[in-house]
């Protein structure tokens, strides 16, 4: 059993984006709004769209990424095989370098399917 | 107009995959199995593989894998539409550095539809 | 001598961003404008910005967003042992992979300062 | 209130970079030492050197980096203003891979500004 | 005196490796089966290939991996010097951006050592 | 049959080294005398350490820094098949975005090895 990451992971998030935005730079507060909507539902479903942000996530190596990823593509219902055959797309393009951030997006992906 | 860069590109590849694979290196030849059989059909589908494929060779800024999977999302009929919506993805999480890609892309996704 | 590439560039440019703009997908267009807007003089000056967005070109390895911030830097009056000086600030933060670009920058950026 | 972490983080590589010269390997002292002259005072002032290093290991995404020229930025003066302008630069250079690096790093410019 | 950390890393990499696993998917399963044959002694000696993993894991930034083939190399009878002389090809390579790697894989390396 | 790429690359790097250096930029110069250093004769022979470089910038792919490490490695008595292993292991750490850069780099052993 895991710890509950995903509260924590979420709060984190949100408290750090607050310090993040504060000083009201318009640029990165456009940015932000850029990035929350390229996820959203059009001539792609956003189920799509998550699998795409996860993959993308995976080969760029960023964990917190991954795990924001893993989040909605399960709120998306994508099943474990889903998973599996896009995180195989993932590491056949980036390598082995790929494998420790499949471990802990395997586990959390299995978290997140368990509660 | 731009130049017939389709049959070129796969005669090169082809004949280039031929001298990296004749020296028999099984290590490599499995490699470039498990690379086919990553986009495969199968709980997702074909079209979604090709374009986890694409924004993957978007983020990680790689011509060649770009020109290879735009070529398989014409063939699993990916429209201007999603290919937008897919590029738009790769340009948030990969940032400015990878518009001169997503040029090049954009070029060869028009010339692709308009064949 | 080199030949005039800033202007073949600088056309070749625009209109490959036409060809990714016409399509009019939104996230992309205002995506080109904050990348725009991040250069203006503010708090920082715009010199200092261009050699911001030169030493993240060069660390991240991309010779088609190197020349033009070279040609942006070159516009606001950045010398050679400005160039120099930023150009070992990425050398040393991104290795020797950078040289093959570092190379190609200076030759560009003498040519830019010949003109 | 966040940890007093820029005595822990100096104190560890003080002693890590230790580790890594006591056995008095040449070349590696010696690109430590470029490394340290790359950021003087110089045809550019060592403020801007300092934002040249910020930017790179943000787009570079090395949070270790990323703290050291974050401690050296508030020694040469910088203001969140001028921080915000240059994290805007990285986040549109190198998308939004960059954002949870930026997260911490702001959370650190306001530890050390506090301070 | 640091922590037993190569007990605790395996541990949790054969955990993990589970995970991701047990799901039953092929692909994933033959690449971890290539990724081991990789490094086995043939035309060029295991020493050398754990060599060639360990440099390609610090350019690549990637903890985990530097662990793993740190302590494969220790294996291997890899020497202090070696190390030295491999860590500083990956830090000219890859620039200062390695050195929090390098950092951590010399007190990890004097740790095998000393074991 | 391909073009004598070895003779234009060589000239063409040695055209640009002096483009970068005859400014005189001090750390420049340095950093160029410890890139030749780091692969002289050692504790590790020049031969392994060619094939450190080799690896290293197959897997971050730059395809100039891959052609200078083929001649020295050929000049160092590199075999096919030890090209083939030292590859394999740059494929499986770095993923399918290295095999544009193998297939180029393929093609350069045999050129090297045929004359």
């Known amino acids: 059993m895991t710890e509950p990451w995903k509260a924590k992971f979420e709060d984190e998030r949100a408290r750090l984006?607050?310090?993040v935005l504060e000083s009201g730079h318009l640029g990165i507060k456009r940015f932000f709004a850029l990035d929350e909507q390229a996820y959203r539902s059009g001539a792609l479903p956003a189920k799509v769209k998550e699998l795409l942000g996860l993959v993308a996530?995976?080969?760029?190596?960023?964990?917190?990424?991954?795990?924001y990823h893993l989040i909605r593509c399960r709120e998306e219902g994508v099943t474990r095989e889903e998973f599996d055959e896009a995180a195989n797309v993932a590491l056949v393009v980036g390598g082995s370098i790929v494998i420790p951030h499949l471990r802990s997006a395997a586990e959390r992906f299995e978290d997140l399917a368990a509660s």
Do not use: F, H, I, T
């Not at 996530?57 to 795990?67: F, P, Q, T, Y």
């Open 17 to 19: 984006n607050d310090v």
């Open 57 to 67: 996530s995976l080969v760029m190596r960023c964990d917190a990424c991954v795990s």
